[in-house]
């Protein structure tokens, strides 16, 4: 709901691009893949995102 929201219908995201293949199209291998390949830049962002904040404030430390 959230992607739908924030890109107003009009954009369409990696998350609802995976429900459209696994529910309207029935595709079944497009969707676990783009899940895997969104997985896999989520946690590329990771150390990326480390070298810019300290890693305890990105999990909510002090």
């Known amino acids: 709901m959230t992607p739908a929201l ?3 219908g009009r954009v369409i995201m990696v998350s609802m691009k ?4 696994a ?5 079944w291998g497009a969707a676990p ?3 895997v ?11 990326v995102m480390s ?3 300290r890693v305890e404030r990105m999990f909510g430390g002090r």
């Open 37 to 47: 390949v969104l997985r896999v830049i989520t946690l590329a962002l990771f150390p």
């Open 18 to 21: 995976i429900q459209q293949n």
């Open 51 to 53: 070298r810019f904040t």
């Open 33 to 35: 893949a783009l899940g």
């Open 6 to 8: 924030l890109g107003g």
């Open 23 to 27: 529910a309207l199209y029935f595709d």
